[in-house]
């Protein structure tokens, strides 16, 4: 009975360590509610979603780079937009 407790102590002891670890990471990044960590949640889907959108569409593929260009971010701008077709020499 007692390793029973002891382990089950153990095991409460880790998840509210781990508990502990994931809100400081979350204080860390300024999110102090849980209406603003659904919020970041939701970032990432809306990011994935625009991506997926981008692939199919190089006019939105251009807004998307081009709002992230405003934004500080040429770097994901750049993997955003759509490759400039290399150009053939024509022969004279």
Known sequence: MEAAESSNHT????????EL???QALVGMGVDDERQAALLAM???VARAAYS???TSPEVAR???DALDRDGHPDLAD???PPIPETKEVAS
């Open 11 to 18: 095991a409460a002891t880790r998840a509210g360590d781990a």
């Open 21 to 23: 670890r994931a809100l």
């Open 43 to 45: 970032r990432g889907a």
């Open 53 to 55: 959108i981008a692939q």
């Open 63 to 65: 807004l998307i780079a």
């Open 79 to 81: 993997e955003l937009r």
